[in-house]
């Protein structure tokens, strides 16, 4: 059996909503830190003059609050989506929430 080091998007959600406040704020700081990670990622594409992967408006700084709230609504929409690891369906939400424009 494959070791899986990152829970699915559901598995998250679970814990998240049924978590106490020193639990969800644990998973809001892990939304934070992939968001961050991630923003780090455009940063290194925008370098190299190559497509970023998602664009927030410059002067909005997300919360894990906020991060969570969008994987929720998400998954609402496309309940598939709690299958996939919960880093991707950040990624994918982000993607789907603020798509970047041709310039």
């Known amino acids: 059996?494959?070791?899986?080091?990152?829970?699915?998007?559901?598995?998250f959600l679970d814990k998240y909503q049924?978590?106490?406040?020193?639990?969800?704020?644990?998973?809001?700081?892990?939304?934070?830190?992939?968001?961050?990670?991630?923003?780090?990622?455009?940063i290194l594409l925008e370098d190299r003059h190559q497509p970023l992967l998602y664009c927030t408006p410059e002067t909005l700084a997300l919360?894990?609050?906020?991060?969570?709230?969008?994987?929720?609504?998400?998954?609402?929409?496309f309940p598939k989506l709690r299958n996939a690891p919960y880093g991707d369906a950040l990624l994918l939400t982000l993607m789907a929430t603020f798509p970047c424009r041709a310039k």
């Open 1 to 11: 059996m494959a070791a899986r080091a990152e829970p699915f998007l559901g598995e």
């Open 63 to 77: 919360t894990g609050g906020q991060l969570a709230d969008m994987l929720v609504r998400e998954a609402k929409q």
């Open 18 to 42: 049924s978590g106490n406040a020193a639990i969800r704020q644990q998973l809001e700081d892990m939304l934070s830190l992939n968001e961050n990670g991630m923003s780090w990622s455009n």
